[in-house]
């Protein structure tokens, strides 16, 4: 892959969604590509690149799912999100944020 690549870890929520939206804007306005990744449970791997192909093709249009490739993995969030960003040589990681809560706000 490219070192054009904005990477955007995906969780199936609405702020992943805003998420991938500003990443594709921004793939758009630079011309890059915009890599989705999903870290699903080993067991639920499989059935989750469908989930993941089909709720992407709910909200981006053809044009803009032309940026877009789509990665799940078996494993953690911790670690994986990094692993994929070096692996494929990311210049960008776009996440979004559900807001400081508890003693984030300290």
């Known amino acids: 892959m490219s070192s054009d690549l904005y990477l955007v870890p995906f969780d199936f929520t609405q702020v992943s969604v805003k998420a991938v ?8 306005v630079g011309g890059e590509k915009v890599l989705v ?3 699903a449970h080993k067991e639920e791997s499989r059935i989750a690149k469908i989930k993941l192909e089909q709720k992407i093709n709910e909200f981006l249009s ?3 799912q032309e940026l877009v490739e789509l990665n799940v993995s078996a494993g953690s969030i911790f670690n994986d999100i990094a692993t994929t960003a070096d692996a494929t040589n990311a210049s960008l990681i776009v996440m979004g944020t559900h807001g400081a809560q508890g003693l984030q706000k300290i």
């Open 21 to 28: 939206n500003y990443a594709v804007y921004l793939a758009q």
């Open 37 to 39: 990744t999903h870290v």
């Open 62 to 64: 053809k044009e803009e």
